[in-house]
């Protein structure tokens, strides 16, 4: 099947790495799980003119790009957090040493990855 399917036109990523070098994919959003982190959904928008479709992607699918550390304690709500995990389409860094912060992380590298030129 390959890596993801657009429910709004039926285009058809074989990987992530496609998927995330299509011009047409913006990341948009985090939706945070404070329960387990990974299980989250990172949204993308589906810039095709006839599509507009968003989609969301598990956040598990693409831990394996950070690596590095992952802190144990959640500073959500604490005076140093800055509370973009509570704002879905807040993408920036966290500063603070957060359990969250890798999530932030990754979705650095998503935002930075190489967008193929279009076809």
Known sequence: ?????CTGCQRAWRDRGEFLGDPEIALVG??????????????FNHLRAA???????PV???ADLYEGP???ERATGLKDCPGH????SRLEPCPTKCECAFVREIL???????KRRPR
């Open 1 to 5: 099947m390959g890596f993801r399917k």
């Open 30 to 43: 985090y939706q945070v799980n404070f329960g387990h982190l990974e299980a989250g959904y990172f949204l």
């Open 51 to 57: 599509c507009q479709t968003t989609i969301a992607e």
């Open 60 to 62: 598990e699918h693409f």
């Open 70 to 72: 992952v802190f144990e």
């Open 85 to 88: 995990c509570m704002r879905e």
């Open 108 to 114: 650095q590298v998503i935002q930075n990855w190489d």
